[in-house]
């Protein structure tokens, strides 16, 4: 599997402000994801990050609030904007190496908006 | 609704039993089922992928599908504390589909 590392791993940020989230990946991998999961709760899909064009996003999640970046294929990144404290939450990139249809999971970045 | 049901539990078992986790799900269509555990505070982590009838083992580990009845479970053999976690169950169609997650179910494992 993979070694995926996300930056940063927590923070508590202001609400009006913005996080940007970084995923770096070992390899190059097809597909890259980005997850929300709020306590207690399971994982919600927030967006795909394609390589070299727009992400795809899921109901309710809109590129103005939740811009993605996926500049090559080991890297990508999410930005919480104009964040509120209902944004609190873990944020998980994942991958599913080229030809694999396994997902696999980074370590996550827990956000706490005040 | 494309579901994927479990219970929530908590499921509690005695160390060295067997843990029996169920999973339900909606979609007659859905070709791969996964199962991930996750220690609190931490992110998920895959056990197993199970793709055709029948059962998959893994070491202590075994995956049972049977798409007839729409279930997938898994069982833990000799359970341990350190199995004492959340398990998500998941499926999906396919490779260009996304994963339809349940809501988990938290298992202790009491010495």
């Known amino acids: 599997s993979a070694v995926i590392s996300q930056k940063p791993s927590r923070d508590i940020c202001q609400r009006g402000t913005s996080l940007t989230i970084q995923c770096q990946v070992d390899s190059q991998v097809t597909m890259m994801f980005w997850y929300r999961q709020q306590p207690g709760q399971s994982l919600t899909l927030i967006a795909t990050?394609?390589?070299?064009?727009?992400?795809?996003?899921e109901s309710g999640f809109v590129i103005d609030k939740f811009p993605i970046s996926r500049p090559n294929l080991t890297f990508s990144t999410l930005t919480v904007s104009n964040m509120s404290p209902e944004d609190s939450s873990i944020y998980l990139c994942?991958?599913?190496?080229?030809?694999?249809?396994?997902?696999?999971f980074g370590p996550g970045t827990r956000l706490t908006v005040l | 609704q494309k579901e994927v049901e479990q219970n929530s539990g908590p499921l509690s078992v005695p160390e060295g039993a067997i843990a029996s986790l169920n999973c339900t799900y909606s979609?007659?269509?859905?070709?791969?089922f996964f199962w991930y555990r996750q220690y609190s505070g931490k992110s998920p982590e895959l056990i197993m992928s199970i793709y055709s009838n029948g059962d998959k083992e893994d070491g202590r580990f075994t995956a049972q599908l049977n798409k007839a009845s729409q279930y997938v479970s898994l069982l833990i053999r000799d359970s341990q504390p350190s199995d004492s976690a959340t398990y998500l169950c998941?499926?999906?169609?396919?490779?260009?589909?996304?994963?339809?997650w349940g809501a988990g179910t938290k298992l202790i494992i009491k010495p």
């Open positions: 990050a394609n390589q070299g064009s727009e992400a795809t996003y």
């Open positions: 979609d007659r269509g859905s070709q791969s």
């Open positions: 994942s991958v599913e190496p080229t030809g694999d249809d396994e997902q696999f």
């Open positions: 998941a499926a999906r169609r396919g490779s260009n589909y996304q994963l339809i």
